[in-house]
Antibody
């Protein structure tokens, strides 16, 4: 079955970087776009960016441009989200989510990772 | 960026009764292919979000038929025909028409 398993909780100092992984299994990894979404404590959902299924092209939210790097290792079927120059407002749970599709037709973000808590604190 | 709004932000419900959530976008989500790029997600307490509806009205696999989505352009609605206790959580709409994907603020559904 489809699974997205993310790396564990992280505690980082302000100014540091964090790299979260998302290991995919149960489907052909490069056939699906992978999104990253975060949720600050008690807050709503915020989209960070995606890595395109075919081309591997990356789209970032302008808000995080220059601080956010999304990559993937197709051999390891794992996607990564790295956020640099962390500030306290980056404290959040970071989710990866697969964008469903059938023959290229959009079907929503149908599978989500369990979330990776990141705490930024001095 | 497309701004998404939802109402109400809090919705006390009675099991067995219907419920409805409204979502509006700052610009039309209707693509030239005829589909509205609007999703609905439910985040149950302590869990990751789960997909309920895509293309405004298409129920995702495994979603009970008491959930339905409607609307077009800038106005959308999620309806629960008969609320069950397991439906509590925060419901989000999200536009998938263009980057950045944007979510509504969420509607917290709780049992009265």
């Amino acid at each position: 079955q489809v699974r997205l398993v993310q790396s564990g909780a992280e505690v980082k100092r302000p100014g540091a970087s964090v790299k979260v992984s998302c290991k995919a299994s149960g489907y052909n990894f490069i056939d699906y776009t992978l999104h990253w979404v975060r949720q600050a404590p008690g807050q709503g959902l915020e989209w960070l960016g995606w890595i395109d299924r075919d081309s591997g092209k990356i789209q970032y939210s302008q808000k995080f441009q220059g601080r956010l790097t999304i990559t993937r290792d197709t051999y390891a079927t794992t996607a990564y989200m790295e956020l640099s120059r962390l500030i306290s407002e980056d404290t959040a749970v970071y989710f990866c989510a697969r964008e469903g599709q059938t023959s290229g037709w959009y079907e929503g973000c149908d599978y989500w990772g369990q979330g990776a808590p990141v705490t930024v604190s001095s | 960026d497309i701004v998404m709004t939802q109402s109400p932000l809090s919705l006390p419900v009675t099991p067995g009764e219907p419920a409805s959530i409204s979502c509006r976008s700052s610009q039309s989500l209707l693509h030239r292919n005829g589909n509205n790029y609007l999703d609905w997600y439910l985040q149950k307490p302590g869990h990751s979000p789960q997909l309920l509806i895509y293309f405004a009205s298409n129920r995702a696999s495994g979603v009970p038929d008491r959930f339905s989505g409607s609307g077009s352009g800038t106005d959308f609605t999620l309806k629960i025909s008969r609320v069950e206790a397991e439906d509590v959580g925060v419901y989000y709409c999200m536009q998938a028409l263009q980057p950045p994907r944007t979510f509504g603020p969420g509607t917290k559904v709780e049992i009265k």
